[in-house]
């Protein structure tokens, strides 16, 4: 925050921040009690030898549409704004600095994600991992094991229905907007307003606006209850550009890449060697990470149960694993 | 530090939630007539629990309760949360959570779900799921804490575990445990100690398994689950007290009808040095 700025303005554009990340928090609060993460065969033999996810870059995701379809949501509500607020100068000069992409991913900052569903037996998910059998679904409980993971994630929410993703663009766009057009009532647009106060909020809200758009998904996909375990390289000072050129050369090490359909794709590697360890210390009471393991529609199911519960023995030997197999028949895939 | 709770992130909207907490349990405590359940189902420390009103008790006093609100089919427990030098750090009555020693402590209210984690290394100290309605058990619970002895007590959510490496410990008898029919865990597999001599003397609680009394030490827990279903297993008191080096765990098992129950105990037995054990803040 700018030191320009008054101790008041910059304790408003807080709180406005505050309240607004603790309603979206409480959206992403009621965590399942285990969350499963569609894999192959290989995928699933890779996390288990290495005790590690792949958290890939979002903007090479699957399906790349994902993230427009979020930018989408937020240019329509930001164009309805502009209208609203059309006599208010700073506000149009915020909007007009404001565009949805100036997020964080388009800054050189790259969020990588994991991605969890509700549900361990979906038929499409078997189709897109498994089409000639040989899906997996590897049930995790996230929340007890997310602390001993070796990335500082965070765990969110997919949101289908638009008229919530809407709704809260809205209102958040809604308290900035009203904000800058309260602090620059009856005020020309000077410099405190055009390189202080509006800079400013931009960076909050466009911090804030990245939660969003990584979180909406077209409603088509609603099935999947999708979450995502979300992990972006933290910059100790973001204005100190020196330090930060460094800290993002350091974070640029850590990027390993895999190929997929011919596509080079950005990957950091999160391991829960911990998480095993912690389940390990009877004190700890934090459970095995892998609480369920479902097999997708295959020819050999038996076999597959008895190999995959040898698998995790070889990581847990004192355990009993849930293995099960979908009941979902081999020929709708 | 290789437990880091740096990355525990759960906290942005706490005061909000503890707002709705107070509301919540004030609402419990004044309009709801919480009973000792009789008939439930639950995973309790990673074993099938099946009407067993008492979890534990010592001395026939009950350490750990289920009790239900029967009016709104709700399930939560009786416990107290010890600390390692006897210090207690929350009570749980009626399945609400009162903290008694808040330094130190995160307590997690989410919808389906309380959780108290020690805020420095991650360790839970009680954990409480409850289940949605189709699910074919009411809740699942995992605590760590230690009895009013000192014994450490472990309900991890994949075992059950009495005492603790090295420490002088009382003899665990009155255990019925059995299998519960249709249940889904797979397997049934005691672990008791194997090298427990006092006085020249083996000593091992004996295991009627199958109609056969064996010593605990020739027990041989059957893998599947379908092969054995309603079998039990006793395990009776020859010797009320006797000198361990192990502790005693308890897994996958469906237990039924009755709570597991630890005789008297000796104090001059007690507070001798423990491995692995740190101190619980």
Known sequence: ?333 | MLYSINHLIFAPNFQFRRYVYKLVRNFLTKHMAWIVAQTYKAIIGGCFFSDVPIILEIDKQPIITVKEDSQNNLFGVDADINGKSGDLIATIRNGVIELQKADGHVLHELPNRQLLINAEDGRALFDFKSMPADASYSFELSLHTYLPCGIPLSLHPNRIRIGCTRILRPHAHGVILENGRGGERAAIEIVLPTKDIYDGKILVPFVEFAGSNRPATEAVAPRRFNEHLGSTIRITADNPFFKINEPLYVRNLGISGFPIGISAIRSDELGVSEENEPETK
């Not at chain 1, 399942?32 to 290989?42: I, V």
């Open chain 1, 1 to 333: 925050m700018n030191p320009k700025l008054s101790e008041e303005t910059r304790g408003k554009i807080h709180a406005a921040a505050d309240d607004l990340l603790q309603k979206w928090n409480a959206s992403h609060s009621a965590i399942p009690f285990r969350l499963y993460h569609y894999t192959s065969a290989d995928g699933l033999i890779g996390i288990m030898k290495t005790s590690s996810f792949f958290m890939t870059d979002l903007k090479y995701m699957n399906d790349l549409s994902e993230l427009q379809y979020g930018t989408q949501v937020v240019d329509a509500v930001l164009n309805q704004k502009k209208e609203e607020y059309s006599s208010s100068p700073a506000v149009l000069e915020f909007m007009k600095r404001l565009t949805p992409t100036a997020t964080s991913s388009s800054d050189g900052l790259s969020i990588y994600s994991t991605s969890f569903c509700e549900n361990g037996n979906l038929l499409s998910q078997w189709r897109a991992y498994g089409d000639r059998g040989g899906g997996y679904a590897i049930g995790i409980d996230i929340f007890r094991s997310m602390p001993f993971f070796s990335r500082l994630c965070t765990l969110r929410r997919v949101i289908y229905e638009r008229s919530i993703q809407e709704s809260f663009v809205s209102e958040f766009t809604e308290r900035f907007c009203r904000f800058i057009a309260d602090e620059t009532r009856d005020k020309p647009l000077d410099d405190s307003v055009l390189n202080y106060l509006i800079p400013n909020v931009c960076l909050v809200f466009s911090q804030l606006l990245t939660e969003y758009i990584i979180c909406f998904k077209h409603p088509d996909f609603a099935e999947e209850r999708e979450w995502r375990l979300v992990f972006a390289f933290q910059f100790d000072d973001p204005r100190n550009l020196a330090k930060r050129e460094m800290q993002r050369l350091d974070h640029e090490k850590e990027i390993q890449f895999r190929s997929y359909s011919g596509n080079v794709i950005p990957y950091v590697v999160n391991n829960f060697a911990n998480a095993i360890g912690a389940s390990q210390d009877d004190s700890y009471c934090t459970p095995f990470p892998v609480v369920e393991l479902v097999i997708g529609p295959t020819i050999n199911p038996e076999l597959n149960q008895r190999s995959i519960t040898a698998l995790l023995r070889k990581l847990a030997p004192d355990i009993t694993p849930v293995v099960l197999r979908s009941g979902i028949p081999l020929r709708w895939l």
